[in-house]
């Protein structure tokens, strides 16, 4: 069989430029909420949530009332969580939770009158079906994030950084610091530095080897309006609100440098990196999940319309959970996520399937153009 080799340039072209294509603006798989596995609702604002073995802690607020509620929902069985148990908090709303061992730590902040009522709140969960408060710190300002790392507990609030001593949970001490933030709104501790990100600048790098005189060692100011903050070895990935996903080599860190951005559809919120993919809280735009294969083009392959505003996320095993304001808790299966793999194997058979069609086509019109 002989074959025009004018045709088989065009189509090689086409299958280069279609391939390219979808390599540099990939493919990705839109779902509605009723490919989620499962939702609760309880009534309240959702804030944060953490898993932890059969149980996913949320805490969640009723704004109007300045209330604070800490559940306990049992999800043994991920397509049928149940409240398994809850504390209300009658002084202030919850925005952040983190549990470690047998205490959750949860951070306490009123946003209609953030700059006087904030602080730590600490919870014995050790036997979950009777939460026990224990301890709480106030410290003036909302504290709208924590992060929890051996014996301290980080808290950043909108004008400092708060280093609390858990050594003993019944009787934590705020630990007098020097270190300031403007309008901080999260925190990430890794090793013996905290990543801030500020809202209206973006990355601060703190040295706290010595809790007691933390120092600012690195920043970047970002493009965006940075709201939350993940560590992955020498990468920082901010939620940089309209501008997406923000990947940046923190190797340096008295200069840390752009990698690459990734744009959400909506306000990213909040970021978990797990394995080779990135997980977003984008605020309206539900969740979505960045395939980071290629580091540099950072891609979305699964987006996810929810039903209300999501402020945080978890993931553990094949689920990931959404802290979705009013409907609470959505359960999502990650293994239905399509790898970048797949994708590219559909591409490339598609393609194949392309190339004889536009062969015949292009014979068709050479018949034509003869008669």
């Excluded at 540099?24 to 499962?38: A, E, H, K, Y």
């Excluded at 970047?220 to 990935?237: H, M, V, W």
Aim: aromatic residues 12%.
């Amino acid at each position: 069989m002989r074959f025009n080799k004018n045709i088989l340039q065009k189509s090689y072209l086409i299958f280069v430029l279609i391939l390219f294509n979808f390599l540099i603006f990939p493919i990705g798989l839109n779902l509605t909420q009723g490919d989620s596995v499962s939702h609760i609702d309880f009534e309240y604002e959702s804030k944060g949530v953490f898993v932890s073995g059969d149980y996913a802690y949320i805490v969640s607020s009723m704004t109007d009332e300045g209330k604070g509620y800490l559940h306990i929902v049992n999800i043994t069985d991920p397509t049928n969580p149940s409240v398994f148990n809850k504390y209300n908090f009658q002084d202030s709303e919850f925005l952040d939770v983190e549990v470690i061992g047998d205490y959750a730590y949860v951070a306490k902040g009123n946003w209609d009158v953030g700059s006087y009522i904030g602080g730590l709140v600490i919870f014995d969960i050790s036997n979950a079906s009777n939460i026990e408060l224990k301890s709480s710190v106030n410290f003036g300002r909302c504290v709208l994030e924590l992060d929890v790392q051996g014996d301290f507990a980080y808290c950043i609030d909108k004008g400092a950084l708060n280093i609390v001593n858990i050594s003993n949970p019944i009787s934590p001490a705020l630990i007098p610091t020097s270190y300031s933030t403007s309008h901080g709104v999260g925190i990430c501790v890794e090793g013996n530095y905290a990543y801030i990100v500020e809202y209206y600048y973006g990355l601060r790098i703190v040295d706290i080897t010595d809790p007691y005189s933390p120092l600012e060692v690195g920043s970047y100011e970002t493009p965006g309006r940075s709201r939350g903050i993940c560590i992955e070895g020498d990468l920082a990935f901010i939620a940089d609100a309209g501008t997406g996903i923000v990947i940046l080599d923190i190797s340096n860190k008295a200069n840390p440098s752009k990698v690459s951005i990734c744009d959400t559809p909506g306000a990213a919120k909040e970021v978990i990196v797990n394995e080779n993919y990135v997980y977003v809280a984008d605020w309206e735009a539900g969740l979505q999940i960045i395939d980071l294969e290629v580091l540099r083009r950072p891609k979305i392959i699964y987006s996810l319309e929810t039903e209300d505003l999501v402020f945080d996320l978890d993931v553990s095993g094949e689920y990931i959970y959404l802290a979705e304001n009013e409907i609470n808790l959505r359960i999502v299966n990650a293994s239905l996520v399509p790898t970048s793999t797949n994708f590219e194997i559909l591409t490339i058979a598609l393609t194949f399937l392309l190339i004889p069609v536009l062969t015949v086509i292009t014979r068709k019109r050479k018949i034509e153009n003869k008669i």
